[in-house]
C-alpha cells in the first residue's frame, strides 16, 4: 500500500503530508552475494538469516516462496483491514465518499468568502485558530486544501491541525478543492459539500499523532485496537463545513488533465464544542452504539 506521508511530528504539515508517498516495507528482503553465493534474508526485526542458496528449485526453495507469500498475505489483509474498518474508502467510480460523519449541529461561527486561483484565503475563527484556504502543492490539482492553523506555532511545534483528524489520509480528502486522484475539478465542485475535523490545541495535537500512527505504521496495530480506541476518545475535536456557492473551472484537455477550479464562493460553518472524538472519527463502527 502506498501511503502519501510520513509519520505525523511536529514538524510534518499538510503539504508535507501528501508530497512524501513512502511504500509500507516489505515484511524482509532477499538478496544474493555474487561473492559467497549465499541468500540472505532480512527479517522484521532487522537481524539477517543466512542460508546457502540451492541449486534449482528444491522443497526448501518452495518453502521459503510458501512463507513469503503468507507474509504479504498478513500484511495485505491488515491494511484491507484499516481502509475498510478504518478510513473511509473511495467509490467504485472513482469518486470519494461525501457522506458527512454526522450532521453539524448549531454552528459557533458562520462565514462566506471567495478565493481566486493563486491566492489564499484567511480567517481568524477565534481559540487561537485561523481558518485557511491554501494553494494546492504543485503536481497535487490545481484548487486549494482546507486547513486549521494555529495563530502562533511554538518552537517545534505543530502548524496544522486538520489534516491528521480527517481521514482518509491516501485517496482523496474532502479537504482537497481540486481536481487530483482521478476526481476532475468539474467532479470536485460538484461535490459542494466539504466536511472535516480539526484539533484545537498543541496537547491535542500530540495525543491525536500517536494513535494516528499506530494505526497507520503498526502491523499488529487490530491487536490494540481497543486501547487506541479508549486514547482515542479522550481526544475531542472541533468541526467544520465548507460549502461551494458557486465556481469557476477551466476543463481539462485531456484524459490525464483533471483541469483546474480558478474562483470559488463558499460558506464556512465551524463548531468547537461538538461532543465529537478522535475514536468516532477512527472507529465509526463504534460511533452508534447497538
Known sequence: MTLRGRHFT????????????????????ET??????????????????IKPAAEGVGWTSLWRIVRLMTYRAIISLLVCSFILNVAPAVGQQGAPQTKPLRALG?????????VASGASFEREIGNGLLFRLVPTPAGFGKGWDIEIVPKIVPS??????????????????????????????????????????FAQTQEDMQAASVVVNSVIYSVDWPSKKDSLADAASKVPLGEGELKILQS?????????????????????????????????VLFPVDRQPQ
Do not use: C, M
Open 156 to 197: 517545534g511545534g505543530y502548524s496544522e491541525y486538520s489534516a491528521i483528524v480527517t481521514p482518509p489520509y491516501h485517496f482523496y480528502n474532502l479537504r482537497y478543492l481540486n481536481g487530483s486522484y482521478d476526481i476532475t475539478a468539474r467532479q470536485a465542485v460538484a461535490i459542494s459539500l466539504r466536511t472535516f475535523q
Open 248 to 280: 469557476r473551472i477551466t476543463p481539462g484537455k485531456n484524459n490525464e488533465d483533471p483541469g483546474s477550479i480558478d474562483w470559488l464562493k463558499f460558506e464556512v460553518r465551524l463548531s468547537f464544542h461538538s461532543g465529537l472524538t478522535l475514536q468516532q
Open 106 to 114: 448549531k454552528p459557533d461561527i458562520v462565514f462566506s468568502g471567495e
Open 32 to 49: 544474493i552475494s555474487p561473492a559467497n553465493s549465499r541468500r540472505s534474508r532480512i527479517r522484521l526485526d532487522g537481524r539477517p538469516h
Open 10 to 29: 511536529a514538524a510534518t504539515t499538510a503539504k508535507g503530508l501528501r508530497q512524501n508517498a513512502q511504500s509500507q516495507p516489505a515484511s524482509w528482503t
